[in-house]
Every structure is written in structure tokens, then in C-alpha cells.
């Protein structure tokens, strides 16, 4: 089994439907990253979390929002899909205490707003 | 505002070829700096992560080097397989909250 399990691996909805992605881990990490790759633009960080009260915007939130009901879970939330929200969304975690520090990474979620 | 860059875009190279990759970041303050590789339709695995204060870093038949003050990494794969066609991104680490910048990476084809 992975790591860091995303849920749905593929989806396709309309436009103003409310979408949530999940992602939940069994690596122990404190730290959890939602990532967004679109094709040229590399990935870019949506939100992040450090722990159950430490939720953070990243430089691309607003659309977005998130929720982290445990440790080991971390969501994310479209209220209301547009197209131009159509790309991969990943989520990962790290934990500075352990190794160097490095993120794993789920593997991804296809997201199409139509 | 930090970027990085990834050149080439692509790269067509036959077996057994010893390969450079190149990543450039604008702002030399990092944290550190990781390697990754993505496979088609899959998430992003770790390669190497070389800590600041570090010149390289090696994993088998790939070796990571850092230079700084140059704002540059290079990413070194040694007699190339056609397992190792990917994607390769580089991403950048500004300070101890691990928010990545990450580069467009660099398509790696390995022709048997």
C-alpha cells in the first residue's frame, strides 16, 4: 500500500459543482502540502498544513480550501469548480525529524472541470 | 521572488550515455534543494536532496551538485538506461517550512 493515498485518482465534473480531493497518510508526518501541476508551469503550492491547527495558504489558495481532521488526513475543497481549475493536484508530507527532511508524494489526483 | 529554471525541456540521448541536467534558481538563499523524477501518470519520487551546506550528493548512478553561489544544480546520470526516461524536476527549498519551488523539469527520453 502507498504512503500518501489519494482519493479520487481521476474526476471529471461541471463548472460551480463543489469538489473535495482527499489525501491521507501513514508515514507519521506532521507536515502535509497540496500541490497543483499544470503543463509548463511546473507545481505550484495550493496550502499547507503542520499540524491539525496549523493550516497555511500557499501562493495559488484563493479558490481553495482545505481541511486537516487528523494527523494523518488533509483535504481539499473547490466550492465552486471552474475550468480553469482542471490539473493534477498532489499531496505530500515531510517531517524535518526524519531523514533530511524530503517530500513524498501521493499519486495525484486528475481533476477536469468542464 | 524565487524561480527556477530547468534547461533542456527535453532531452533524447541513446543507452548507455552519461547525461547533465541542468537547474538554475534566481534568489541563493535556500534551505535546500531536491531532485525528483516523475513517471507518466504517477506522482513524484524523490531522488536526492542536497542540504545547503552541501556541495553533492550521490545515489547510485545519479550525482546531485549544489553551487550556490552560482544559483545552479546539476543532476548527473551515469550510463543512462531506458528505465531511466522521466521526467526529472528540481524544486527549491527558501527555509524550514519546506515550501518547494519547483522548476518545469526536464523530459528525459532514453532510446534502447
Known amino acids: 500500500d502507498a504512503d500518501v493515498t489519494q482519493t479520487p485518482r481521476n474526476r471529471i465534473t461541471k463548472t460551480g459543482k463543489r469538489i473535495m480531493l482527499e489525501c491521507s497518510q501513514t508515514?507519521?508526518?506532521?507536515?502535509m502540502y497540496w500541490y497543483r501541476q499544470d503543463p509548463g508551469l511546473g507545481l505550484r503550492l495550493i496550502y499547507y498544513?503542520?499540524?491539525?491547527?496549523?493550516?497555511n495558504k500557499g501562493e495559488i489558495s484563493d479558490g481553495y480550501s482545505v481541511s486537516r481532521q487528523a494527523q494523518a488526513k488533509f483535504s481539499l475543497s473547490l466550492e465552486s469548480a471552474i475550468p480553469n481549475q482542471t490539473a493534477l493536484y498532489f499531496c505530500a508530507t515531510s517531517d524535518p525529524r526524519q531523514g533530511a527532511g524530503e517530500l513524498f508524494f501521493g499519486e495525484g489526483s486528475r481533476l477536469t472541470v468542464l | 521572488k524565487q524561480e527556477v529554471t530547468q534547461i533542456p525541456a527535453a532531452l533524447s540521448v541513446p543507452e548507455g550515455e552519461n547525461l547533465v541536467l541542468n537547474c538554475s534558481f534566481t534568489?541563493?538563499?535556500?534551505?535546500?534543494l531536491q531532485w525528483f523524477r516523475q513517471d507518466p501518470g504517477k506522482g513524484l519520487t524523490s531522488l536526492l536532496l542536497i542540504q545547503s551546506s552541501q556541495r553533492e550528493q550521490t545515489s547510485g548512478r545519479l550525482n546531485a551538485s549544489l553551487d550556490k553561489s552560482s544559483g545552479r544544480s546539476t543532476l548527473y546520470i551515469a550510463a543512462s538506461q531506458p528505465g531511466d526516461s522521466a521526467t526529472y524536476l528540481c524544486?527549491?527549498?527558501?527555509?524550514?517550512?519546506?515550501?518547494?519551488?519547483f522548476g518545469t523539469g526536464t523530459l528525459l527520453a532514453v532510446q534502447p
Open positions: 534568489d541563493s538563499a535556500i534551505y535546500n
Open positions: 524544486a527549491v527549498n527558501g527555509g524550514a517550512t519546506n515550501k518547494l519551488i
Open positions: 508515514k507519521g508526518h506532521d507536515r
Open positions: 498544513s503542520f499540524d491539525v491547527k496549523d493550516i
